[in-house]
């Protein structure tokens, strides 16, 4: 099944230069029905078989870092969670922890209750984040009935963030030093009620998936990734542990509520098929661990405040803060100065730690497989366009140049000297 | 006379029953793309008004753009707008299709889609609710019924109007006191 299916065509003997067997190019996006968002591959291919596949990203490259450095913490939850809109609480999530930690230099610790209010709002965003992937990847493979079902139970989700925050997608629970919010006993009520049909919705769709022959025969052997190559691409999340690998920051470095005793219930979710099957398989099981995960921690959800008002000027430090998005291992590297303001923001998202697997998954492919392959990584490419790399017109040349200052001012005059009308 | 005004009316007629739309990400972060496909599953079931979504251009009669049209997109979105064909028209969903939003101020100059192509309806919000989107649909159906929508000419708001009536506010209630 893990075999790749790459197949040479053996040259024709007339000499003819049509007829010779050639790689053609084919471009997918960034404007593409299969991809929701702009994002260019450039898919070389020997008759219906992919041999190389080229990514390149930059469309959605927003200048969110810079901006960052001009906004104080609290202004810049509200930008970081518009990094991404499907995953938006745990950007927030990243930064303040990173905010928090920073601050616990000068003793500052925030309160139980809203730590477990984040994780919870966290695992329900698991929840909703997995529910459209596999409505998603259900629409790719032209089993629309199940797309339409999946996202039906998804608004289960949705109406009790919206209850508990009052938006749909940008929650905006987190504040530095707890949370904006807090959970009453009808809301906890409403929730342990939606988890409950959740639960037996993903029971079935999970049974339908093993059965299915529409999904399996569409998602078995395609897009394999063998763990040593995961290993060797640095691949995380679910595309990780869909390759066997026992990956996740929610058990290996715990944060928030994951460090406390959530961590003896606690299961990492591995297949070991290695395909696009495996994949969904492992987003499945892990939807009904997260609705297992919301029901614990509704349970033991610790009394006291939500929010402790913190110190405004964060102490210097350099902060690495780890979370496990829905798609992955997410970081948000921080370094502050003693200001209101951060000195330097630096994100780091699945996305771009995945998109070399997808690279990898695409080779030996049918053409009519690309897009569910590139489906199963959950692609997020909001969250990664946020490098610019200088690439020359010819595409497959790109080329970054490190020149020293002596070179670069050799360069410059150069360039004026060939460009001597160039006004600014 | 009689003829033309008839086929006038049934082609009217046949635009309004069957608007079909091409969603354009133009650097949005994902959650008003989720809002617009949100609309076309079973809870808001937006193709009860012949709404479906296409994937090309070509076949499209209304281009719903999300995102603040960076500066890699703009060349394509006007391409994309180019390859429609008339009569096309265009909604700008989110604050950062109608303005730039957040990302305003960035060092890239994000400044909403309307700096790129002409926008038929506006769709405010960080992301709009799926309701919002349905409603700025149906005033599109009505514009193009000819009945009368509502128009907000962005030049003539005046933002720091409410500011100023709050500062007079508080200086009445200051020289009462």
């Known amino acids: ?424 | 006379m009689v003829l033309k005004k008839i086929v006038n009316k049934i082609v009217t007629w046949s635009r309004v029953k069957s608007p079909w739309i091409l969603h354009i990400n133009t650097g949005g972060c994902n959650g008003c793309d989720i809002e617009v496909v949100d609309v076309l599953t079973p809870r808001y079931d937006v193709e009860r008004f012949g709404i479906v979504i296409q994937g090309s251009p070509r076949h499209a009669d209304v281009l719903v753009v999300t995102g603040p049209a960076t500066q890699q997109m703009k060349s394509r979105l006007k391409l994309l707008y180019e390859q429609t064909p008339e009569p096309k028209f265009v909604v700008a969903v989110g604050a950062c299709a109608c303005s730039g939003g957040i990302f305003r101020h960035s060092y890239i100059p994000n400044l909403g889609i309307d700096t790129v192509i002409p926008v038929d309806v506006y769709i405010p919000g960080c992301p709009p609710k799926p309701e919002a989107i349905i409603f700025g649909i149906a005033q599109l159906l009505a514009k193009l019924q000819g009945l009368e929508t509502p128009v907000i000419d962005p030049s003539n708001i005046d933002l720091k109007r409410n500011q100023l009536e709050a500062l007079d506010k508080k200086k009445e209630v200051a020289t009462t006191e």
């Open chain 1, 1 to 424: 099944m893990a075999e790749k299916k790459i197949v040479k065509v053996d040259a024709p003997k007339t000499g003819c230069v049509a007829c010779m067997p050639r790689t053609m190019e084919i471009p997918l996006g960034p404007q593409h029905p299969a991809l929701k968002e702009p994002e260019h591959f450039l898919l070389e291919v020997e008759g219906e078989v992919i041999v190389n596949a080229t990514p390149r990203i930059g469309y959605v490259h927003r200048g969110i870092e810079k901006l960052a450095e001009t906004k104080t913490y609290s202004q810049n939850l509200t930008l970081v969670e518009r990094v991404c809109g499907i995953c938006s609480h745990i950007h927030s999530i990243s930064l303040v922890n990173a905010t928090e930690t920073a601050l616990g230099l000068e003793g500052f610790k925030p309160p139980e209750r809203a730590e477990y209010i984040r994780t919870i709002v966290s695992e329900l965003e698991r929840i909703h984040s997995h529910i459209l992937w596999f409505g998603v990847a259900a629409h790719e493979i032209g089993f629309d009935t199940l797309f339409m079902l999946s996202w039906r139970d998804r608004e289960l989700t949705m109406d009790i963030l919206e209850d508990i925050s009052g938006n749909r997608v940008n929650y905006a629970i987190n504040e530095v030093g707890g949370t904006r919010r807090d959970l009453s006993e009808k809301q906890i009520a409403r929730m342990n009620k939606y988890m409950d049909i959740t639960i037996k919705r993903l029971k079935r769709y999970t049974e339908i998936c093993l059965k299915e022959d529409t999904i399996r025969l569409r998602t078995q052997g395609i897009g394999v990734l063998l763990p040593s190559t995961a290993k060797k691409l640095c691949a995380v999340g679910p595309t990780a542990r869909a390759s066997g690998l026992k990956i996740d920051i929610r058990y290996d470095d715990p944060y928030n509520a994951y460090a406390g005793p959530l961590r003896d219930i606690f299961n990492v979710i591995t297949y070991d098929t290695n395909d696009v099957f495996s994949r969904v398989v492992v987003r499945l099981l892990e939807i009904i661990e997260a609705c297992k995960y919301v029901k614990w921690l509704l349970a033991n959800l610790p009394d006291g405040p939500v929010f402790i008002k913190p110190p405004r000027k964060v102490p210097e430090a350099h902060v690495l803060s780890r979370t496990e998005a829905p798609r992955g291992e997410l970081i948000h590297y921080l370094w502050s100065n003693n200001t209101n303001k951060p000195y330097r923001l630096k994100i780091t998202t699945p996305t771009l730690a995945n998109i070399l697997s997808v690279a990898e998954m695409l080779k030996g492919d049918y053409i009519a497989d690309s897009t569910i392959t590139l489906a199963s990584i959950d692609p997020c490419f909001s969250c990664e366009d946020r490098i610019i790399t200088i690439i020359n017109k010819d595409r497959r040349k790109a080329k970054v140049d490190n020149l020293t200052m002596d070179q670069l001012r050799k360069y410059s005059r150069e360039w004026h000297a060939k460009n001597k009308r160039w006004k600014k």
